[in-house]
Structure formats: structure tokens, C-alpha cells
């Protein structure tokens, strides 16, 4: 009768696939050890485990990405962009950031505020600055492409996370199933190399 070692015989590419077929858990095998069928569960748990993370990885960078994206197109039409003037010299702050005092009219009020200006900038310039819904200084209006980063970036950690995750517990525990194993292989040695006389005792 030709076994499946005969037939399948281990070579090539294809030894890994036919290491896993071999190992798989509900082979009739008696050479199989109960160890060795929990590990092949668990290698077949962290795999389903890995192709989920997909789906799941993929429907949060969709969630993050539409929140972002709201979230961007409502700070956006909050701001509004006024012509403002240098009014003192600008200063240096580090080697390449340059800061100035401006001042402008919005509605007939003004306003002031120290905002980057140019390396060329003067008293006298006109700058855009960019105002908030209570009438502050603040940055720009984002892209739209920070909400489909923002989305990549969640799907990326959660489906690289699950996966490490995944890993570092496939090896922790084959690692204590090997030691487990070594144990029983030495306490077998013992028993095989046990002088005669015990046994006769």
C-alpha cells in the first residue's frame, strides 16, 4: 500500500504545502502527537485569523476615511481667508522660519497677530491669513487627500497590528510546545535507557 510520503514525496516548492496537508489536525495519523494537533489548529486559527484582518482593516480605513473627510469639509467652509498688512519688522525665529506682527479688517474690526511670513517679506506686504469661525488666526484649509491618508494609515496599523499580533502568539506558543516536546522526548530517553536490573527488580 503506497503512503502519502511515497506518493507526495517532500521536494521543492512544495514542501511547505505539504508539510501543512500532512500536519493537518483531523489526519488519521497515529503518529501524530496531541501536540502536534494543537499546533496545527492554532496555525490554522492564526490564518483565518490573518484573512479576516482584511476585510475588517479595510471597513476601518473606509469608517476613518469618511469621518475625515466630514470632518475636513466642515473646518474648511468655518474659514475665511483676509488681506493682511506687516506692520513691524519681520523676525527670526530658527534658520529657515521667518514670524511678523500683521494686522487687518474684517468687518469693520480689526485685528492683529503674529503669523510665518516669506524670507522676503517687509513692512508694507500684504499676507494671507486664514480665520476661524470666533475669528482667530488659524492654518489653511486642509486637502482632501489628509482624509484618504488618514484612512490608509488606520487600515495599515490595524491589518500590520493584527498581523504582529498574530505572529508573536503563533511563535510564543509553538515555542512552548517544542519545549514540551523536548521534555517528553527526554523523559522517554530516560525511560528507554533505564538499566536492565530495574526492570528485573
Keep these: ?35 502536534d494537533r494543537i499546533e496545527a489548529v492554532l496555525r490554522i486559527i492564526v490564518v483565518v485569523a490573518v484573512l479576516v484582518a482584511i476585510p475588517v482593516a479595510g471597513t476601518l480605513g473606509t469608517t476613518a476615511y469618511t469621518g475625515a473627510a466630514a470632518r475636513i469639509r466642515t473646518e474648511n467652509a468655518a474659514k475665511s481667508a483676509v488681506s493682511a498688512v506687516i506692520t513691524e519688522e ?23 497677530a503674529t503669523v510665518r511670513v516669506r524670507g522676503s517679506a517687509a513692512i508694507g506686504d500684504h499676507v494671507t491669513v486664514w480665520l476661524g469661525p470666533e475669528g482667530a488666526p488659524t492654518g489653511p484649509p486642509q486637502p482632501s487627500n489628509v482624509a484618504a491618508m488618514t484612512g490608509i494609515g488606520v487600515g495599515v496599523v490595524v491589518l500590520s497590528g493584527t498581523w504582529v499580533v498574530a505572529w508573536l502568539l503563533l511563535q510564543g506558543t509553538v ?27
Excluded: K, Y
Design 1 to 35: 500500500m503506497l503512503s502519502e510520503d511515497s506518493v507526495f514525496p517532500v521536494s521543492g516548492a512544495w514542501s511547505p504545502l505539504l508539510r501543512v496537508w500532512w500536519l493537518r489536525p483531523w489526519r488519521p495519523n497515529p503518529l501524530l502527537r496531541p501536540l
Design 175 to 201: 515555542w512552548l510546545l517544542e519545549r514540551r516536546r523536548r521534555m517528553q522526548w527526554d523523559q522517554q530517553w530516560r525511560n528507554l535507557n533505564r538499566p536492565i536490573t530495574e526492570d528485573r527488580q
Design 90 to 112: 519681520p523676525q527670526l525665529m530658527s534658520s529657515h522660519l521667518l514670524e511678523a506682527r500683521v494686522q487687518w479688517l474684517r468687518d469693520g474690526r480689526p485685528g492683529t
